[in-house]
């Protein structure tokens, strides 16, 4: 199985700040990553397929990077409906899912 | 736009079976476009993947629940089911049940998910 691991756990910014997410796969996994948003009591929400795609109606704020076993989610410029919990997710396996970035108001 | 729907108990006994249904709309759940899994979430913790099946293929399960896991697919009630056996409290969770597209051999990522239904365990 391969283990995502999602850093930092949780990552305190203000509006209009920039937010880098970070997730870290145990052996590589080419651009085989996903990255969903979830706010609380909804289902996850796909931002970003293949590393760096960004789904059609997704803002442009959002980007994502990396390649091999390191990946990056960046937030530009924090708007408030982004305040949320952030996963991971790798298909080069058998899907697993990283235990989540919360991004909270500071 | 594909919608599903999730129904089923929100109470389990611990050592029954839990069985959900997904009910697809927008869409026919034997598209070749698509695939079809559930996903489930205990409460506060991370997302993990239980199955997914593909129209034409049998279902892949994952290996930690193989031998309690049946996903199957009913045609002609454009459904997705979920049948997991010997439940414990540790399978508490919000079931969700989500499709993917499908394309050059490739399962991307599932772009639309049911609300989900929350399923305790518990005598």
């Known amino acids: 199985e391969i283990v995502l691991t999602q850093s930092p756990a949780t990552l305190s910014l203000s509006p209009g700040e920039r937010a880098t997410l970070s997730c870290r796969a145990s052996?590589?996994?080419?651009?085989?990553l996903a990255w969903y948003q979830q706010k609380p009591g909804q289902a996850p929400r796909l931002l970003i397929y293949d590393a760096s795609n960004r789904l059609t109606g997704i803002p442009a704020r959002f980007s994502g990077s990396g390649s091999g076993t390191d990946f990056t989610l960046t937030i530009s410029s924090l708007e408030p409906e982004d305040f949320a919990v952030y996963y991971c997710?790798?298909?080069?396996?058998?899907?697993?899912f990283g235990q989540g970035t919360k991004v909270e108001i500071k | 736009q594909v919608r599903l729907q999730e129904s089923g108990p929100g109470l389990v006994q611990p050592s029954e079976t839990l069985s959900l249904t997904c009910t697809v709309s927008?869409?026919?759940?034997?598209?070749?476009?698509?695939?079809w899994v559930w996903i489930r979430q205990p409460p506060g913790k991370a997302l993990e993947w239980i199955g997914s099946?593909?129209?034409?293929?049998?279902?892949f399960y994952n290996p930690s629940l193989k031998s309690r896991v049946t996903i199957s697919v009913d045609t002609s009630k454009n459904q997705l089911s979920l049948k997991l056996t010997s439940v414990t409290a540790a399978d508490t969770a919000v079931y969700y049940c989500?499709?993917?597209?499908?394309?050059?051999?490739?399962?991307?990522?599932?772009?639309?998910w049911g609300q989900g239904s929350l399923v305790t365990v518990s005598s």
């Open positions: 997710q790798q298909r080069s396996n058998w899907p697993t």
């Open positions: 052996q590589s996994i080419s651009t085989y």
């Open positions: 927008g869409d026919s759940i034997s598209s070749s476009l698509y695939y």
């Open positions: 099946v593909y129209y034409s293929e049998s279902a």
């Open positions: 989500a499709t993917g597209a499908y394309g050059s051999g490739s399962y991307y990522p599932p772009g639309y």
